[in-house]
């Protein structure tokens, strides 16, 4: 059943192109960094082909959230991140197969993996094979740690990640305790970065004619770089954050009369006075513990209180309305509900229905982010099954129908 029946249904656009048109990717990764990387090149144009091992596939596959309604257990990960690739699935220890990938690293610009460090070299395909059989390629190297350092063969899950970088440090709760962030923050971060860094290499290759080169892609780094100045403040005066340590007062989420919730930032004095003004507290602006945000934030609690007793009384509409109307910058809590039937969100078709594999009922998804005018981004095709496109790249490969089968019969190769 259906929980967003007014999304508009999108179909997919296999003959549409874009910016990275012409740029074979190679995704050997799996889990949720690699796929969120190579998402971003594959919507913008570029031929991702997931590399999979065959009987078992990509691990994202197996998320899956187990519902009445989906008794095997819905794939939704799986179904997002896996757009716009096609997969082929092969067995990594069968020489034949082997030599079949080799030629398809050939035809490649760039390659993503995330095993731990060390395993490609073992496998024969350190960076040095690698551009031997490709001198342009850009080879993403994904890993918890980096490919250096004494830590660079431990496991690297995002949660391990989140915990040393010092984020769930910084958002402890009222108790102490550390907090983790219920998604895959880590991983995400890691992968915007990793697309970026992948059109960097790629432009030196493209416009200068350089060489391909290992982009060298740590969970760890870009989740420090997205951690704020903490450290270089602990460096320089040494503090630590408290727990809940705010940037701003008044900052945070309110609850309303009505049990909905509002989010509420004065992170400006201008805008700090227009919560003021808007809570019929004009004239504390003036007393010396409210009237900077230093100030604010050293009586912070009194703040808070003076905030959320006053959007205590109203509903969230009406909250809204009477913020919005002060100038302040307010908005709703939302949950996926709200989402789905937000008025900003329907307009700017940020959700959408995408047609997935035959015979099942079309996935809601996020629409192609972000938005380019000229060049705009799609959706071409679904999220594959395991080896649905082995046969097609085998093919484009050089193939013969006959070589195919026989791969397939001595299990070198899954073909669905």
């Given at each position: 059943m259906s929980r967003a029946p007014a999304l508009p249904r999108q179909p997919l656009a296999p003959q549409a192109a874009g910016p990275l048109q012409g740029v074979r990717v190679l995704d050997l990764s799996r889990l949720v960094a690699g796929n969120m990387l190579t998402l971003q090149l594959g919507d913008f144009g570029a031929d991702v082909v997931k590399v999979e091992a065959a009987g078992s596939g990509d691990t994202l596959r197996e998320w899956r959230e187990t519902h009445p309604e989906h008794p095997e257990g819905f794939d939704g990960w799986w179904r997002t991140y896996a757009r716009n690739k096609r997969s082929l699935a092969l067995d990594f220890r069968n020489a034949q197969a082997m030599d079949w990938l080799r030629r398809l690293i050939a035809s490649a610009q760039v390659l993503v993996e995330s095993v731990r460090p060390g395993t490609l070299e073992a496998m024969g395909l350190g960076p040095d094979a690698l551009l031997a059989l490709q001198p342009g390629l850009v080879i993403v190297r994904l890993s918890g740690w980096g490919q250096t350092g004494p830590y660079r063969t431990l496991p690297g899950f995002g949660s391990l990640i989140e915990g040393f970088s010092g984020y769930a440090h910084k958002h402890r709760d009222a108790g102490g305790e550390p907090q983790l962030p219920h998604m895959a923050l880590a991983d995400m971060v890691a992968g915007l970065t990793g697309a970026f860094a992948t059109l960097a290499a790629l432009r030196e290759v493209e416009m200068r004619g350089g060489r391909g080169q290992v982009v060298d892609l740590s969970l760890l780094e870009p989740m420090l770089a997205i951690m704020g100045p903490d450290v270089a403040t602990y460096a320089a005066t040494g503090l630590d954050p408290e727990p809940g340590r705010k940037i701003a007062s008044p900052r945070g989420s309110y609850r309303c009369k009505d049990g909905l919730w509002v989010s509420l930032s004065g992170s400006t004095e201008t805008m700090a006075r227009r919560v003021f003004d808007a809570i019929g507290q004009a004239?504390?602006?003036?007393?010396?513990?409210?009237?900077?945000?230093?100030?604010?934030?050293?009586?912070?609690?009194?703040?808070?209180?003076?905030?959320?007793?006053?959007?205590?009384?109203?509903?969230?509409?009406?909250?809204?309305?009477l913020f919005r109307s002060?100038?302040?910058?307010?908005?709703?809590?939302?949950?996926?509900?709200?989402?789905?039937?937000?008025?900003?969100?329907?307009?700017?078709?940020?959700?959408?229905?995408?047609?997935?594999?035959?015979?099942e009922p079309p996935t809601v998804m996020h629409q192609v982010t972000p938005r380019l005018q000229g060049t705009p981004g799609s959706i071409r095709r679904p999220a594959p099954r395991r080896g649905q496109h082995t046969r097609e790249l085998l093919?484009?490969?050089?193939?013969?129908?006959?070589?195919?089968?026989?791969?397939?019969?001595?299990?070198?190769?899954?073909?669905r």
């Open positions: 004239a504390l602006f003036e007393d010396p513990r409210f009237c900077t945000n230093a100030a604010r934030l050293a009586h912070d609690a009194q703040v808070g209180r003076l905030v959320s007793d006053f959007i205590a009384t109203l509903d969230q509409a009406e909250c809204l309305a002060k100038g302040v910058t307010v908005g709703p809590v939302y949950a996926p509900p709200q989402l789905l039937n937000d008025a900003h969100v329907a307009e700017r078709g940020v959700y959408v229905q995408v047609d997935a594999a035959e015979g093919a484009e490969l050089g193939a013969s129908q006959a070589e195919t089968e026989a791969l397939q019969v001595q299990g070198a190769i899954e073909c």
